[in-house]
Structure formats: C-alpha cells, structure tokens
C-alpha cells in the first residue's frame, strides 16, 4: 500500500485564467455529423486523462498550449462544438472556437503522490479544474486541458475530452499528434480520418433486423439498489496483477481455459464473479458483465482504417444470475466473457448504429451491470511531449461516465518495486469492498497457497 499518497490530504494549486485556443491556421468551417455509434447516450459524457512527469518545469505549459493549436489544425473538428439536430443526431460545427486551456502550479512534489501512482489521485479536482459551464454536451470546448507546474520540477498535463468525438484510442491518436508537434515533428506521424459514415446506419435499410440479440441495450428498470447499494460510503481501492499475481489466477482456471484467454478475458471474470460475490444480490437476478471490444488492429480484417479516431467499439455483454456466478467456478464467468467477445465484429457494430437510430440512441443497461475496460495497451504511457516518457499517464479516474462504481478500467503501471503489470480501480461500498477484496484475494495467490494476501497498491 503507498503511505505516502494515502498522507496527502490536499495541496495548493494556483490558476490562471482558462483561455480558448484555437487551431495555428485557419480551418475549413462544415458541419460534420458524428457516426451512428459516437452519439449513442452512453457516450454524452467527458472522460479524464492525466499525466504525471518527473520533468516538464517551466517550459511544459508553452511547449504543449502550441503544439495543441497546431494539432487542432490537423484535427479541426474538435476545435468545433457540438449542435444537436433531429432525432437526437449529433453534429460538430466546425467553429474553430477552440478548447480550454489552464495553466497552473502546485506547492506539492510528485513524490508526495506515492511510489505507485495510480487511480484514485488526491486533489484531482484541482490538478483538472471543472471550469465552471465547461462540462455540457452542447456548445461547449469538446476538449480541456490543464498543465501544473509542480514544486520537484516535475508536471502534470491533465486532458478531459467529449467521449462523443473519440474513444480512448483517438484520443491517444491526438494525445500522439501533440506529442509530434511538441518534439520538432512539421506534421502528425498518423494521419487523421474523419470517415464517420463508415459506423453511420444506412437512411433506407431494407433489414432493419438484426441476428444478433443486442442485450446489453435491454430495457430494464433500476430498482432500488440494482445499479449500486448506495447505503454506505464508497469506499476505492486499485488491485495490482503482475506476473505473479496473473500466474497464480490462471491456476484456478480448468485446464482447457489456462493458456488459451487473455489477461483482460482473465481478469474480467475474476473481478464479475468477486463483485457479485461480494454485493450479494438475489439468486435469480440477472448480472451483466458489459466488456468494451474494439474493432481496431488486424483481428477485425482492418475493418476500421488506420488514422479513424472516431469510437469504434461495441458494448458486449455476457449474463448470467447471480447464483450460477457465486455457485460455479471462475472459469464460468471467464468462458462467458469470451464467448461476448467473440460475437463482435464489424457487422455487430453497424447493427448497433441501426439500433441507435430504431430506439432514439439509448443507454446500455446499468441495472445489475459491470463494465470493464482494457486500457493497458492504449500507448498513452509511451507518449513523449519533449521531457521524457510518464510517471503515470492513463484514465483520471477508476470508472467512467456519471455513475458511482459501474466500471472498472485495466491500466498499465509499474508498482512501488519498479515492476511492470495492470492495476484495476475498484468502487464498492465498504462492507461490500471487504468482502470484494477477500475473494480476490483468493484467486490472487495459487492454488496450493492459502497465506498470500493480494496486493492492494491504493485505498482511499
């Protein structure tokens, strides 16, 4: 556990005033409507980034304000601001108004954050101001920004973006485009394609049904305590699975399961089975583990070309009831999260755009609902702006979107001991969070090991 970070409280942060910065040279002036998946309404929401480096000091500010409005010519569209038109479509006027920008110092030292950073952050209210009227859906900066100098000669760049624009991996694309600027670099080294048509439903399908059940858009009432049991205190913890750590869960895995899942197919029915364990719902209730499956990279047939930074995934959900999670062993969870994950492919994406457009672009299903999210392979850690690779860069937050506990991320970090591995942000009331932590705790050590407790790299 980081001492340390548990120790800081709050610290001092001094504002300038936010600023708008618009693209280096002029650009095109359009309205572009967003694809059929980006404006679905579990994406009206902006999701945070942060970075912390060791270097930065005085330059980073300057350095990263115009590599961002040079950036923004190449990527126009998220200088604009979104306008809402029939049928709740969405579209970006392409103003060139800008995004938000904050300059700020800190009388705190990087070192004071812990020797393992990760999700939850003290004082992250401060390190990414909410500028006050900043956080709509409409007509408002699709992007905020926010660079503090902090006392060590370290930094902390900050990102908050309109999930509507892009998913993590634009966002990383841009982030990257910056990253060029700010280096030297004339040009973005990846070219950015608008191309939203491609995940657009088509005006006149003949086929308007679909073989494929879409559940995870099931209508399904939020009874009292069905998204989350909100009678205690939320209490955050992150998990760290190393080597060791994801080596003694696959012990518990049959045989047929051991080498052939992915860590995050791994980890998914791990963290499912616990948390349903742990929160303790009726037998009969029906609990979906909702897994984001990405189109991108050559295991879709290149479906989704190389530059797009539109959202361009799926929200696959596995089902079971709580009792066959809590009577079966982990290898149940964990074949039926594969088994979501392999239904996904271009033609399940563009069934969900024409749901979207049938159903008025609705909400997947909270009710008894998890999501995870792998974001430990984004890149985001690899992005250079000038002063050397991250401390820590990945989501600000443990979960995503404006309900309390739903969602869980996988994020690549070091530990305190310098060793590479996945740390998981956990949100659960207290006593839940226990019981939670014991189960995991569990399946954290080896099958013919009983003494091992898992590592909990933070708790606040």
Not at 221 to 234: E, F, H, R, V
Not at 407 to 432: H, Q, T, W
Request: a neutral charge; one cysteine or more.
């Amino acid at each position: 556990m980081a001492g340390s970070s548990m120790a800081l409280r709050s610290f001092r942060v001094r504002r300038q005033p936010a600023v708008l910065v618009a693209p280096a040279s002029p650009t095109p002036r359009e309205l572009k409507l967003l694809s059929d998946i980006d404006d679905q309404d579990a994406l009206r929401f902006h999701v945070p980034v942060i970075h912390f480096f060791r270097r930065g000091g005085d330059n980073a500010a300057a350095v990263l304000r115009g590599a961002i409005a040079r950036a923004l010519v190449h990527y126009y569209p998220f200088a604009g601001r979104l306008r809402e038109l029939d049928g709740r479509k969405l579209a970006v006027d392409c103003t060139g108004e800008g995004v938000l920008f904050v300059e700020a110092d800190a009388d705190v030292r990087l070192d004071q954050f812990g020797d393992a950073l990760q999700p939850p952050f003290p004082g992250l209210d401060q390190l990414m101001y909410d500028v006050p009227g900043s956080d709509a859906l409409l007509d408002t900066p699709l992007f905020l920004f926010q660079v503090t100098r902090l006392a060590c000669g370290g930094s902390v760049f900050g990102v908050r973006m309109q999930h509507t624009m892009a998913d993590g991996a634009g966002m990383v694309q841009f982030l990257a485009a910056v990253a060029d600027l700010a280096r030297g670099a004339v040009a973005p080294t990846v070219r950015p394609v608008w191309g939203r048509e491609l995940l657009m439903a088509p005006h006149d399908d003949p086929s308007p049904r679909s073989r494929f059940a879409h559940r995870e858009y099931d209508e399904v009432p939020d009874t009292d305590g069905a998204i989350m049991p909100l009678d205690d205190l939320l209490t955050h913890r992150s998990l760290f699975f190393g080597p060791r750590e994801l080596a003694a869960v696959r012990s518990h895995m049959p045989s047929s399961l051991r080498h052939s899942t992915t860590t995050f197919e791994l980890l998914t029915g791990c963290l499912w089975k616990c948390r349903t364990m742990a929160l303790a719902p009726a037998a009969d209730e029906t609990m979906r583990m909702i897994c984001i499956v990405n189109l991108r990279g050559p295991g879709h047939g290149g479906s989704i070309p190389r530059g797009y930074y539109g959202n361009a995934f799926a929200f696959a959900v596995a089902m079971s009831t709580a009792g066959d999670l809590c009577a079966n062993p982990v290898g149940y969870a964990v074949e039926l999260v594969m088994k979501a994950k392999r239904e996904v492919d271009l033609e399940y994406v563009r069934s969900v755009a024409r749901l979207m457009v049938r159903r008025g672009r609705p909400h997947f299903a909270v009710a008894n609902a998890y999501l995870v999210s792998d974001v430990s392979k984004a890149g985001i850690r690899d992005l250079d702006y000038g002063w050397g690779k991250s401390a820590y860069a990945g989501p600000a937050k443990g979960g995503v979107g404006v309900i309390p506990g739903v969602a869980s991320f996988l994020i690549a970090v070091k530990n305190a001991m310098g060793e590479d591995g996945v740390a998981v942000p956990v949100c659960l009331p207290g006593p839940a969070m226990e019981e939670f932590m014991e189960e995991m705790s569990k399946l954290m050590r080896p099958m013919a090991v009983v003494d091992a407790p898992a590592r909990i790299i933070s708790a606040i």
